[in-house]
């Protein structure tokens, strides 16, 4: 399990978008994270299994982690009494239908556990149920819950086939409790009180806004930190959560943004202007018409791949003609910058430094 600021690409397919894992591994990356809802419906948890799991089928030789399909099962339809259409929640787990082609699926935590014992990543995630944003303070508690119950569930099928299996897979409980403080501090409480390897801290529900996860985190980090276990905090990364998350205690976190902005053309970079609006601070758009004829790299200095060898200009051009390279250079890049950025978190941790490296980057502690 990971026991430092650790950056975590998203690989939803099994696959950091256009990287192959070598070149994963050469620009620092140690982990990334898989989707269980895709790979389960294809090319199927079973077939996954038979190739001898995820790290033979990608030929990834770093950790991994699967989430437990929740996230992408309860986004499957918003609505603040409840699922939505396409979603059916029941006390043994949640009815859907596939995203692909309408076929119906039913998912209890017995059976996400087992679909990634089947993945066998080296860390999962129980099974839980991600509330939608806005929801009544009711619903919230109903859904916390019957998260609470779910965990159990997952954490004795997970020691069950760990046994069975002779594997050593290491399971993550999830604090959930919506945008409710009593409710998050609840959580935080339960979860911190099993056995699980690790704790994950869940969005505050499907869809908030970012002010709402950094309150619950601020709520539920004093508590969690008493387990002295690795903490992951789900689907959060940009660059500034690196520095105000992991300066906390907080081991890990995914983010799909580095290469989602990626195929849209967004790089990574420093401004060094402390008074740059920091929504905006940390990235800037290739195909501006200004880089046209820029022959400097994405971000001097920068020893990612990408800049030690192509500039702005260069990469302007793929992108204005839509040629695949743009994208994989980019992606390079943008990974490259979180997973740097992470590290040089990591050392200023370990010297008394950190303080001064966050003012240096974000302009404010």
């Known amino acids: 399990m990971l026991s430092q600021p650790t950056f975590v690409p998203v690989g939803t397919q099994a696959t950091v978008k256009s990287l192959t894992p070598e070149e994963l591994e050469a620009i620092g990356v140690e982990i ?78 017995e059976k996400s556990i087992q679909i990634q014992h089947n993945l066998a990543a080296d860390n999962i995630i129980v099974f839980d149920e991600c509330t939608p944003y806005p929801a009544t303070k009711e619903y919230a508690r109903q859904a916390l819950d019957r998260t609470h119950r779910w965990a159990i569930r997952s954490l004795n099928e997970h020691k069950r086939l760990n046994k069975k299996l002779s594997q050593d897979l290491k399971l993550y409980g999830v604090v959930q409790g919506s945008y409710y403080k009593e409710l998050r501090q609840q959580s935080a409480e339960f979860i911190a009180s099993q056995d699980f390897d690790g704790i994950a801290i869940g969005g ?67 401004t060094g202007d402390a008074k740059h609006d920091m929504h905006n601070k940390f990235k800037n758009q290739i195909m501006s018409a200004c880089y046209r004829t820029d022959q400097t790299p994405l971000e001097p200095g920068c020893q990612c791949p990408t800049c030690k060898q192509y500039d702005k200009a260069y990469i302007h051009h793929l992108f204005k003609t839509q040629e695949l390279l743009g994208y994989r250079l980019m992606t390079l890049h943008n990974i490259y910058f979180m997973t740097h950025a992470t590290q040089l978190i990591r050392d200023a941790l370990k010297n008394g430094t950190f303080n001064q490296l966050k003012k240096d980057w974000l302009g404010r502690l």
């Open 204 to 270: 505050v529900s499907v869809g908030e806004p970012k002010d709402k996860m950094r309150k619950a985190v601020e709520w539920v980090l004093p508590i969690i930190l008493k387990a002295k276990k690795p903490i992951h905090l789900l689907g959060v990364g940009e660059v500034d959560d690196l520095f105000d998350f992991f300066g906390q205690g907080i081991t890990s976190m995914d983010c799909t943004l580095p290469t989602r902005m990626a195929r849209g053309g967004q790089f990574l970079h420093r």
């Open 32 to 109: 990334f994270f898989c989707n269980t809802y895709h790979l389960y419906l294809r090319p199927g948890d079973k077939a996954i299994k038979k190739f001898g799991g995820l790290h033979e089928f990608t030929r990834w030789k770093g950790q991994l982690i699967t989430d437990s399909g929740g996230f992408q099962v309860f986004s499957l339809g918003k609505d603040h009494n409840g699922a939505g259409k396409l979603v059916k929640i029941t006390e043994d787990g949640v009815e859907f239908r596939s995203h692909l082609d309408g076929s119906l699926h039913f998912f209890t935590p």
